[in-house]
């Protein structure tokens, strides 16, 4: 590295740790870093203080029914639906709801979770942006549930993502830390 570096810590801007943060980013970085430099790939955010923060607003702001939280899914690791399924448990204590677990892909599919579903329901898809896959999501459910259906918005567009990355930079030291509790996890 021209400048003496040697060491990139990469924070991705991901959700879940699965393909992109474990095979990806590490395939890139090695391909494109000197043999010299070395590389450390931080955690995602869902289990940032942000991001649960960020959920309960939404859900305590949602009308009444069930909530079906809806995450991308991979039938490749493990991880992302155990910390999914810790997130809307804690969820369903701290908002006083029924909260439900889904993937677009993988265990647990959010078509088959819906169908079992009745009554009015809001989906929360646990996505960073509004793009295609949360699209193609409101489109299924809409075409198949019955009863009345309430979408809440991703985190496009929101403080709840600065915050998250926020957090994770002062936990990994990057950036000075101006509260005693931000490296404390909800969960």
């Known amino acids: ?55 309960v607003e939404k859900i305590k702001q949602s009308p009444a029914g069930q909530v079906l939280v809806v995450a991308h899914g991979t039938p490749h690791y493990e991880k992302p639906l155990t910390m999914l399924k ?3 448990h804690q969820l369903a204590a701290d908002c006083q709801r029924s909260i439900l677990w889904s993937n677009y892909v993988g265990p ?12 009015p329901l809001v989906v929360l898809p646990f996505f960073l942006t509004e793009g295609h896959i949360v699209k193609a999501i409101t489109q299924k459910i809409t075409a198949t549930h019955r009863d009345e259906v309430t979408f809440l918005p991703t985190f496009q ?27 404390e996890k909800s969960f």
Request: proline fraction near 5%.
């Open 1 to 55: 590295m021209t400048q003496g570096v040697t060491h990139i810590l990469a924070l991705p801007l991901l959700l879940f740790p699965a393909t992109h943060a474990l095979e990806d980013l590490p395939t890139r970085l090695t391909d494109c870093l000197p043999s010299t430099c070395t590389y450390e790939v931080a955690a995602t955010l869902a289990t940032t203080k942000a991001i649960y923060h960020g959920l």
């Open 157 to 183: 567009e929101s403080d709840t993502l600065y915050l998250a990355l926020k957090e994770e930079m002062e936990d990994l030291g990057c950036i000075p830390s101006y509260s005693t509790s931000a490296s």
């Open 86 to 88: 810790v997130i809307c």
């Open 108 to 119: 647990e599919n959010y078509l088959e979770v819906a169908k079992k579903i009745t009554g």
